[in-house]
Structure formats: structure tokens, C-alpha cells
């Protein structure tokens, strides 16, 4: 875990970004024996014991709203499962529900992996959605693509190598505009 934080600390400073970390251990470190000891496990329901995590991170959610209510709070859509950002997607969901000011990105790379895992989670959350879309063709050169390259950790098992990670974020920020050739896109979600 402490590896993992120095990849975000190290990826939010280039991106000139603040972290705040909770004091929740990821998923595979959570009960004992783990809850989650597999990959289907790690990207299916969320363990019974668990579901409490989901008003916690809320609480805390909306304790760091009222010091600084004019941010955007962000948080993952749950695209792909995964049960953390399952958890963090439901936290999030309390606030945006309040009309706190939350923008729901697309879990990359696991929206990237599987044709229609996005429209999936969408009819799984049964919420209106309306997208938000940022161009970053013009932010510095590979600036989102260096950020990620700081989780060295993950680079191997969801992509392979920095190549791999780099030409699938190309595709899929290039992707979402389809009519704009050569125009990078990142898209939020809000309801």
C-alpha cells in the first residue's frame, strides 16, 4: 500500500493535484481471511461485510465537501466492477444525490477493455445520466500519459508494458469523438 501511495503522490504532483488518503486498506487487504481472494471476486458483488464502507466514505466525502464546497469532488463510475470503486461510486452517489457537485469518470483502463462495459454500468446504476466532455488534445504533450506512468505497480498487469498503456489511452481518449479526428477526450458523467 505504501508503493501505491507514492505512485499517487508522485502522479499528483505532476499533475499539480492535492491527496487526501483514507484510512481504508484496498480490497485485497480487507478481512481476514480476504474478502476478496481472486480476480472474479475482486470485480464482482461486494462482500456482505463490506457494505457498511459505503457510508463511511460518504461521511467523509461529504466532511471534506464542507470545507471546500466550491470543489468538484471525482470519483469512479464503477466501470469494470471493481469493488473499491464500486464502494467510492456509491459513497459519491449520496453526495451527487444532494447535488454536491460530483463527476463520475470512466474506470480506464477497464472501459476500454470491454465493448459495452460502460453502457453496462450505466443500466446497472438505473441513473439519468448527463456526460461532461473535456478536450486535453491541447494540455502539454503526454501530460495524462506521464501521470499514468507513474503507477509503475499496475503497468504489467493491465497493460504489459508503458507501450501498451500509452497506444490504449491514445485510442480510447481519441475514441469518444469519433467525427474530431486527432481530438483527445476525457468524459464525466453527473445526475
Known sequence: MRNRQAEDLAAATMLGADVLWLEHPEALYRGAPAYYQDEQSLFGAVYPNDLSLDGVIAEQLN????????AALYAPLGVGNHVDHQLVCSAADRLAQQKVNVKFYEDFPYVARTAGALEARQKALGIQMEQEIVEISHQPARYKEE???????????????????????????????????GIQIERYWTW
Not at 505497480?153 to 497493460?159: D, H, K, L, V
Not at 501498451?164 to 474530431?180: A, H
Open 63 to 70: 466532511q471534506i465537501h464542507e470545507k471546500a464546497p466550491l
Open 147 to 181: 501521470a499514468s506512468l507513474q503507477y509503475r505497480s499496475q503497468i504489467p498487469a493491465n497493460f504489459g508494458t508503458e507501450d501498451r498503456l500509452r497506444q490504449l489511452l491514445t485510442t480510447y481518449t481519441s475514441s469518444i469523438r469519433r467525427t474530431y479526428p
